[in-house]
């Protein structure tokens, strides 16, 4: 978020009004999403959902840098598909990892480990805001959006392996506990 503008800006060649359609894509992306997710929200385990969301997240991350331009495609369109489509694998995330917690600790400690998950985030993002600001003017904008979606697609594939375990520690309906520490041992 923190080189959106710029992107606009600089990859787009876009104003004000191109970074108010891609917020907007952005946002209607994730309303759709919600909506998807919701519907398959109780036959997909949130050991799949979350690997398959940061997957799909980082590949739709690294097409949004890595798009526009090529082939003749109009950069603004091809931008506003691209955000759009990252729309539900974020959803699918956020609401498998919740899903996942919530499930899977016990209620003496839910709001510990929730309230630990939220400040963690929050820090993250305030460093990776900072490294993305300092990247983006050395290495660019493309090549660091290029980056963040390799990372989520990497977080997506070892999601993968380390809640593939977890997932089938719990029959369905039951929680599951220790779910963290299981995958962990893998």
């Known amino acids: 978020t923190t080189l959106m503008v710029p992107f606009v800006k600089e990859v787009l060649r876009g104003g004000p009004q191109d970074f108010g359609w891609l917020v907007s894509a952005q946002a209607v992306g994730g309303l759709i999403g919600s909506l998807f997710i919701g519907r398959i929200g109780k036959r997909v385990r949130p050991g799949i959902l979350i690997p398959i969301s940061g997957v799909l997240f980082g590949l739709f991350d690294i097409a949004l840098a890595n798009l526009p331009g090529r082939g003749g495609l109009p950069l603004l369109p091809t931008a506003l598909v691209a955000i759009a489509l990252a729309g539900a694998p974020v959803v699918?995330?956020?609401v498998g990892?919740?899903?996942?917690?919530?499930?899977?600790?016990?209620?003496?400690?839910?709001?510990?480990?929730?309230?630990?998950?939220?400040?963690?985030?929050?820090?993250?993002?305030?460093?990776?805001?900072?490294?993305?600001?300092?990247?983006?003017?050395?290495?660019?904008?493309?090549?660091?959006?290029?980056?963040?979606?390799?990372?989520?697609?990497?977080?997506?594939?070892?999601?993968?392996?380390?809640?593939?375990?977890?997932?089938?520690?719990?029959?369905?309906?039951?929680?599951?506990?220790?779910?963290?520490a299981v995958a962990l041992e893998d």
Request: glycine share 12%.
């Open 97 to 180: 990892l919740q899903t996942l917690l919530q499930a899977s600790v016990a209620n003496d400690y839910r709001g510990r480990v929730f309230g630990t998950y939220a400040t963690t985030v929050a820090f993250m993002t305030l460093v990776g805001q900072g490294i993305s600001s300092v990247l983006g003017d050395r290495l660019g904008i493309a090549p660091v959006f290029t980056l963040a979606g390799t990372f989520e697609l990497f977080g997506g594939l070892v999601a993968f392996a380390l809640l593939r375990r977890a997932s089938r520690i719990a029959p369905e309906g039951q929680p599951a506990r220790d779910v963290a």
């Open 92 to 94: 699918g995330f956020s």
